[in-house]
């Protein structure tokens, strides 16, 4: 349900109240760190004429969300795309007009939400204030400066042009039970029985997933809580693209942690920062300009998807209860549930050219189509838009596509790295192979991997090709990552999953291993 009028009206008079108080008390934090980390020209631009275009932004709020309101939900004849709060195991979207979610964010910059229930509802931090504290710790403080450095630029790029797109953000969710027209969260035979072929599957020893210039779902190596430490002191994947993708931070606001059989799908955020480094080295390095196209919904082509990874993984991760966990997991992140009917022939028979819609004929019956695999909706919520007529305002009527589909994107491949292999201890050759699958049996059109220069992945292009030269499924992979788990987990093996299924290719690394091992 969209947030209670009442939580509005505070919002509106604690924008009203900030003008009244003395600028030295409403900013003395930020005039203190602001001054370390800019000029005192840029600083003098910062307070005499940002800081005003802020204020009346926070003044326009009331504004902004009784327009939003009003249009949210017949923006697609029904489907619910209105702020509020998505909670756990609620399926559903958000689309916010980018100058909503600058306002939103402006009331983040300046504490004005109120926290006192949010971590009864299991929400992320949302307010700035820890950024700014944390700036004063002397460990954490040049990345805390550089973080604040990517937050300013964007306030004083949205107050100099207001972009005019939306973001979306969406609950992705595998129901556990069985419903009709929905895939459900899988049991290990889904996995083991799968006669998917696995997809293509391309290495990148250099670059990152942010700057894939493919139209590629990216991969946010998430905690659980939406943003991890973004607000606070973390500087790693997530928190870095948060920083650079600040329009990211709104859906903090109102998108609970997720559970087991969820995700999180966010379309369109704008990035308007460059960096270098990673973690503790993070640099702000200026402007970025997107050249990104947008979508028949003016939003930004960036599409990330967040799955968080299990944590402190361990030897558990080889337990096939927790190989199930991330691979239905990932599984939750890169399937469109708009493609269930095609998946689920996939499974049951081996094989399908196309994927089914659902529309309405003129007297309003849900009636479905058939569509060839690249003209499938591109989202999960959105099969449920191609219902009713004014629709076509934003989305092309095409005689081939059917009456009200969507402004359909061909299929997408995924762009992904090491996920959950950092600070969630898991092992890198066994996510490489979980995503991979995940994201063919998902339809996805391929795999982007950037490995980013971990020594176990080096060989990863050659296991790859060697896997596809075989014509493996993703039920063969599965079953071998099974068999392979166990042994590992029993301590029956300590090599690694590339040398233990080639072990010609990694005859050194498995001879190392057996010297190491012997008593």
């Known amino acids: 349900m969209p947030f209670p009028i009442s939580e509005i009206l505070l919002l ?58 009003q249009d949210a939900d017949y923006l697609f004849n029904g489907v619910r795309t209105g702020l509020r709060l998505l909670g756990s195991q609620e399926a559903g979207i958000v689309f916010l ?39 004063y710790d002397e460990g954490y403080r040049k990345k805390q ?28 969710v595998l129901p556990l039970e069985q419903l ?11 996995w083991s029985k799968s006669v998917v072929s696995l997809c293509p599957f391309e290495v990148h020893s250099s ?16 905690n659980k809580y939406l943003g991890g430490g973004a607000l606070r002191s973390g500087c790693l994947q997530e928190e870095i693209r948060f920083m650079i993708n600040p329009e990211l931070i709104a859906g903090m606001l109102f998108l609970p942690c997720m559970e087991d059989n969820e ?20 640099c702000f390095s200026g402007d970025h300009v997107d050249k990104r196209n947008v979508d028949g919904f003016r939003r930004c082509k960036t599409r990330i998807v967040a799955i968080d990874a299990l944590c402190r993984a361990g030897m558990r991760q080889y337990k096939c209860t ?13 399937l469109d549930q708009s493609n269930c009917d095609h998946h689920k022939s996939l499974f049951q028979d081996g094989g399908s050219q196309g994927s089914q819609c659902m529309e309405t004929d003129k007297d309003t019956n849900v009636v479905v189509k058939d569509f060839p695999m690249d003209e499938a909706p591109s989202t999960s919520v959105e099969i449920a838009m191609n219902r009713g007529e004014y629709i076509n305002q934003v989305i092309g009527y095409s005689d ?43 339809a996805r059109r391929s795999v982007s991997y950037y490995a980013l220069g971990i020594k176990s992945l080096q060989n990863l292009n050659q296991v790859s090709q060697w896997i596809l030269s075989h014509e493996w499924t993703v039920g063969d992979l599965w079953n071998m990552l099974v068999e392979y788990s166990s042994r590992r987990f029993n301590k029956e093996t300590n090599l690694g999953f590339f040398a233990w299924l080639l072990p010609t290719l990694f005859a050194h690394d498995a001879k190392m291993s057996n010297l190491t091992s012997t008593p």
């Open 322 to 334: 927790y190989l199930l966990r991330e691979a239905n997991k990932a599984f939750c992140g890169f």
């Open 207 to 222: 670059g990152f997933i942010e700057d894939q210039s493919n139209g590629a779902l990216e991969v946010d190596f998430a």
């Open 400 to 442: 081939k596509k059917g009456s009200w589909c969507l402004d359909l994107e061909d299929k997408i491949g995924i762009a992904t790295g090491n996920w959950g292999c950092g600070a969630f201890g898991g092992d890198p050759e066994l996510k490489t192979m979980i995503q991979w699958l995940a994201a063919s049996q998902a």
């Open 180 to 190: 009709p027209l929905c895939v459900s969260y899988p049991e290990a035979d889904f």
């Open 12 to 69: 509106s008079l604690l924008c009203n109240l900030s003008l009244l108080l003395p600028m030295e008390v409403m900013l003395s934090s930020l005039t203190r760190s602001s001054m370390q980390l800019i000029s005192r020209a840029e600083a003098s631009k910062w307070f005499e004429e940002v800081v005003p275009a802020l204020a009346n932004l926070l003044l326009r709020l009331p504004s902004l969300l009784e327009s939003h309101y």
């Open 97 to 135: 007009g980018q100058e909503l979610v600058a306002a939103l964010l402006t009331c983040a910059f300046f504490c004005l939400f109120p926290v006192s229930d949010r971590g009864s509802k299991r929400l992320p931090t949302i307010n700035f204030d820890h950024l700014f504290e944390d700036i």
């Open 263 to 282: 995700a999180i799908e966010i379309v369109g955020a704008e990035r308007f920062s460059n960096y270098t480094g990673y973690a503790s080295s993070f």
């Open 145 to 172: 400066e550089n973080k604040i450095k990517c937050i300013m630029h964007y306030f004083e790029r949205i107050c100099s042009s207001m972009p005019e797109g939306f973001v979306s953000f969406e609950r992705k």
